[in-house]
């Protein structure tokens, strides 16, 4: 069933040409983690509103969420009707429409989701930001400080990583009330330094193809266990891809079809069989948008010496705006 009143109200939070009020106190991406809380151990409330889950259960034994990196509402409309598991959704389940927080970042969104804070809450915010512990701008998620290279150049002040990221998690709040948590991520970025941090309270499992993850997902999902779980599975491939090649691209249309393909084949099936003690669950965390590599704005052309209006650190090194180029 497509939720009708979810996509009204994020439309009605349009303002000006191409911009959207996040709805925190309603349909959005932060309320997520309270939900997942609320319909594993029901405390609390739902923080998402109850059209969101209309007539399925309030309470279940099995939550499993899947966090697909930038397949946003234009993406899911896009591909609604060619895949079996979108399909599904829309037949069978509840599709909502949901706004990203603000900014509409990977940082802000990978920390909501494993804390349960909002943007506000973490002060993670940007791909890139002023930290005031090391005063140098800083890349959160690498660990390191802006344009370097390499991963956990940050280590080098000194600095314990729990200063730069909140303590909570989502895991160990759930681990205290009796729902173990499982988190399924890329081998590239995990372990990592800020995954130490997030993933306190799961078991983590590394995987080097999504169809590795699925596998060892069915395993313990098909296990007779009927002690309550949660089950995170972030996927990241179909936003790199798009940020290289684009979101109209044949690439990006590949890896979108790799994901799906791989997901009905490998866990369809399961899902189908486990109705009334699981619910499933898919988000993202923003779209993508084609840009024009020749329209770019460069700022120090446009203005010389525009360097000398930015604030700088105690070396002078000039304090570039946070963010990533957009």
């Given at each position: 069933?497509?939720?009708?009143?979810?996509?009204?109200?994020?439309?009605?939070?349009?303002?000006?040409?191409?911009?959207?009020?996040?709805?925190?106190?309603?349909?959005?991406?932060?309320?997520?983690?309270?939900?997942?809380?609320?319909?594993?151990?029901?405390?609390?409330?739902?923080?998402?509103?109850?059209?969101?889950?209309?007539?399925?259960?309030?309470?279940?034994n099995k939550v499993i969420l899947f966090f697909v990196d930038a397949f946003g509402?234009?993406?899911?409309?896009?591909?609604?009707?060619?895949?079996?598991?979108?399909?599904?959704?829309?037949?069978?389940?509840?599709?909502?429409?949901?706004?990203?927080?603000?900014?509409?970042?990977?940082?802000?969104?990978?920390t909501c989701i494993h804390t349960g804070l909002n943007v506000g809450q973490s002060?993670?915010?940007?791909?890139?930001?002023?930290?005031?512990?090391?005063?140098?701008?800083?890349?959160?998620?690498?660990?390191?400080?802006?344009?370097?290279?390499?991963?956990?150049?940050?280590?080098?002040?000194?600095?314990?990583?729990?200063?730069?990221?909140?303590?909570?998690?989502?895991?160990?709040?759930?681990?205290?009330?009796?729902?173990?948590?499982?988190?399924?991520?890329?081998?590239?970025?995990?372990?990592?330094?800020?995954?130490?941090?997030?993933?306190?309270?799961?078991?983590?499992?590394?995987?080097?193809?999504?169809?590795?993850?699925?596998?060892?997902?069915?395993?313990?999902?098909?296990?007779?266990?009927?002690?309550?779980?949660?089950?995170?599975?972030?996927?990241?491939?179909?936003?790199?891809?798009?940020?290289?090649?684009?979101?109209?691209?044949?690439?990006?249309?590949?890896?979108?079809?790799?994901?799906?393909?791989?997901?009905?084949?490998?866990?369809?099936?399961?899902?189908?069989?486990?109705?009334?003690d699981t619910l499933f669950l898919m988000t993202a965390d923003h779209g993508q948008?084609?840009?024009?590599?020749?329209?770019?704005?460069?700022?120090?052309?446009?203005?010389?010496?525009?360097?000398?209006?930015?604030?700088?650190?105690?070396?002078?090194?000039?304090?570039?705006?946070?963010?990533?180029?957009?």
């Amino acid at each position: 069933m497509l939720n009708t009143n979810s996509i009204n109200v994020v439309n009605a939070a349009k303002f000006s040409q191409g911009f959207t009020r996040p709805l925190y106190d309603s349909y959005c991406f932060s309320n997520i983690p309270e939900t997942i809380m609320y319909l594993l151990t029901g405390e609390g409330r739902s923080a998402l509103p109850p059209g969101a889950l209309a007539s399925l259960p309030q309470r279940y034994n099995k939550v499993i969420l899947f966090f697909v990196d930038a397949f946003g509402w234009r993406f899911f409309e896009r591909y609604a009707n060619k895949y079996a598991l979108l399909k599904l959704f829309l037949e069978q389940g509840i599709v909502s429409k949901l706004t990203s927080q603000f900014p509409s970042t990977t940082a802000a969104h990978v920390t909501c989701i494993h804390t349960g804070l909002n943007v506000g809450q973490s002060g993670i915010y940007e791909w890139n930001y002023y930290e005031p512990l090391v005063d140098e701008m800083i890349s959160p998620l690498l660990f390191a400080y802006a344009g370097d290279k390499t991963r956990d150049t940050l280590k080098r002040a000194k600095v314990p990583a729990e200063a730069y990221f909140p303590r909570q998690t989502l895991y160990s709040t759930l681990q205290a009330r009796g729902v173990a948590s499982y988190v399924f991520q890329s081998a590239a970025f995990t372990p990592s330094t800020p995954s130490n941090v997030f993933f306190k309270g799961a078991s983590v499992f590394p995987y080097k193809q999504v169809s590795d993850a699925l596998a060892q997902l069915s395993h313990l999902l098909q296990a007779q266990n009927t002690s309550p779980a949660y089950y995170f599975l972030y996927f990241d491939t179909i936003d790199l891809v798009g940020h290289i090649h684009g979101p109209n691209s044949k690439e990006f249309e590949q890896m979108v079809n790799t994901f799906f393909t791989t997901v009905e084949r490998s866990l369809f099936a399961l899902l189908q069989g486990k109705r009334g003690d699981t619910l499933f669950l898919m988000t993202a965390d923003h779209g993508q948008v084609e840009v024009d590599g020749s329209q770019t704005v460069y700022l120090n052309q446009h203005i010389p010496g525009i360097e000398g209006y930015l604030r700088t650190n105690r070396h002078g090194r000039p304090l570039v705006p946070a963010g990533s180029a957009r």
